[in-house]
């Protein structure tokens, strides 16, 4: 990628990337060993056997087993993993919505790590750490060169211990060492404004632990300011999805009781289900996080925004309220992740977990939506202009092994991985004949500046949508559910 192109890929430090786990099975698949193929497990015993003796240097055993678990995973499918240690630790806090670190949403530019901006409140924020900061050392170690991973790793730490950034500040051409102090994050996955008396924008980041209880107080909140509110926004734009009982709690706000939100299917009893708009099935305590909501909520004009980021979980809620015609879907089509990923953590080993696919899911009116995705009802291009960055990002059907209608795992889509190196190419070609040219920027959602918010507003207005001229739906052949 050119040297000052980049694609906004907003991350709270510290948080995972992409879906999270979206049930937890009350029981390991199968409740005894399945026979084991001996001729390829003594064949994986040769091998083991080789390598341990014949490498050329001495090797960790336990390593080499963690790494064939984790090959046997990971060749599933883009989503199934095997985590221990640290990873298992952060994949934990990532679910939870907490985190140890210094508090910043970054993204990469010119191989450094530039702030997009600081968690309000985090010790970042009270370092005076601002968007558009760029990060070039963290402690002794450079950034150049560091992936964003790498990056993140070396921000994290202990809560109370301390890590020194080194900050480039465009707007005052200095540089200057800031201290800070970790500590626990809460990165609150919900925000929300009321953009205009009688219209309000709410949005979920993520789908997690807490997210459903802060929904819900903050649309008390708007309805506090507006009770007679006229329109909704429910932003779900690059949403990687998270909990499926959270995503049928924030579906269950808007639909009559008991319809039916979201169905899964696969080969053990506890991956075949039906879920409903009832506590039953997105309550985890027994009480009703939604009791108290105002009955407006049920039937105030929503819009809901949608990109190719918006995954899993968010196309969940994204899928129920369009077939039950309950929202107008606003956007570009989505990432197309119709599968439900189960976290089995009762491992011999202490500190790992399997997140496994279990099933597929389908919305209320049967579709799967697997490496397809769920295709708006009004095609809205991120910016008048058009949508810079659309090719670029990759879907479902970008990623190798991905699952297909009938169940095996496909390679990449040619056709739009052509595309996406096209796109590439062109914005790459226009940025070297003008290098003093500021790459084209999106701008922050739920600012005035946001486009697709402003036609939104303008569809619950009933004012004209200024539609996409470009945008296609994507065709896939998926099967309904039986």
Same mark, same amino acid.
């Given at each position: 990628?050119?040297? &000052? ?24 698949? !199968?409740?005894?060993? =399945? ?16 390598? &341990? ?28 993993? $095997? ?21 910043? @949403? ?43 991973? @790498?990056?993140?790793? !070396? ?47 709410? !949005?979920?980041?993520?789908? @997690? ?53 979201? =169905? ?35 039937? %105030? ?20 309220? &369009? ?18 990923? =189960? ?18 899911? $389908? ?11 769920? %295709?708006?009802?009004?095609? %809205? ?73 402003? @036609? ?27």
């Amino acid at each position: 990628m050119g040297s &000052k192109l980049k694609v906004a890929g907003w991350l709270a430090l510290g948080a995972v990337a992409g879906a999270l786990t979206t049930m937890q099975l009350q029981a390991t698949a !199968r409740s005894s060993m =399945s026979p084991l193929p001996i001729e390829e497990m003594q064949q994986m015993a040769a091998v083991f056997d080789l390598v &341990k003796r014949s490498y050329v240097e001495p090797v960790d055993e336990k390593k080499l087993i963690r790494d064939a678990i984790g090959g046997m995973v990971s060749g599933l499918d883009p989503h199934s993993v $095997y985590f221990e240690g640290q990873a298992y630790k952060e994949f934990r806090e990532g679910i939870s919505g907490k985190f140890t670190g210094v508090g910043i @949403q970054i993204e990469m530019e010119d191989g450094l790590v530039k702030v997009v901006s600081p968690i309000e409140g985090s010790p970042a924020f009270r370092a005076g750490i601002a968007s558009g900061d760029l990060i070039t050392r963290i402690d002794d170690a450079a950034v150049k060169g560091l992936t964003m991973d @790498q990056a993140v790793k !070396r921000m994290r730490g202990p809560s109370g211990t301390k890590v020194m950034l080194t900050v480039f500040r465009k707007s005052e051409n200095r540089s200057f060492p800031v201290s800070i102090l970790r500590e626990e994050i809460k990165n609150k996955s919900v925000r929300s404004k009321v953009v205009e008396p009688g219209y309000a924008w709410i !949005r979920i980041n993520q789908f @997690q632990e807490p997210t459903l209880r802060d929904f819900s107080e903050q649309l008390k909140d708007i309805f506090k300011q507006e009770p007679g509110l006229k329109g909704l926004v429910l932003d779900l734009r690059t949403d990687p999805g998270g909990l499926l009982d959270t995503a049928v709690g924030v579906s269950a706000a808007f639909l009559p009781r008991d319809v039916v939100v979201v =169905s899964t299917n696969g080969q053990v009893a506890e991956a075949r289900s039906t879920l409903k708009a009832s506590p039953t099935y997105y309550s985890r305590d027994g009480s009703d996080l939604l009791a108290g909501l105002p009955a407006l909520v049920k039937s %105030v004009p929503v819009v809901v925004l949608v990109n190719e980021s918006s995954a899993s979980a968010s196309e969940i809620v994204a899928g129920a309220l &369009k077939d039950h015609k309950r929202a107008v879907i606003m956007g570009s089509q989505t990432f197309g992740k119709g599968s439900v990923q =189960s976290e089995i953590n009762r491992l011999p080993l202490p500190n790992t977990s399997l997140k496994i696919t279990t099933a597929r899911y $389908y919305t209320p009116s049967g579709q799967s939506i697997q490496a397809k995705g769920i %295709v708006p009802d009004v095609l %809205v291009d991120e910016t008048a202009e058009g949508s810079p960055f659309a090719a670029l990002r990759m879907r479902e059907a970008d990623l190798d092994r991905h699952l297909t209608a009938s169940g095996e795992a496909d390679k990449k889509d040619a056709a739009r991985e052509k595309a996406r190196e096209e796109a590439l190419r062109k914005l790459e070609e226009a940025n070297a004949k003008n290098k003093d040219a500021k790459p084209p920027r999106l701008p922050e959602f739920g600012s005035p500046e946001d486009f697709q918010l402003q @036609q939104a507003l303008n569809r619950l207005k009933g004012k004209p949508v200024l539609v996409s001229k470009t945008q296609t739906e994507r065709k896939v052949d998926e099967p309904k559910a039986n």
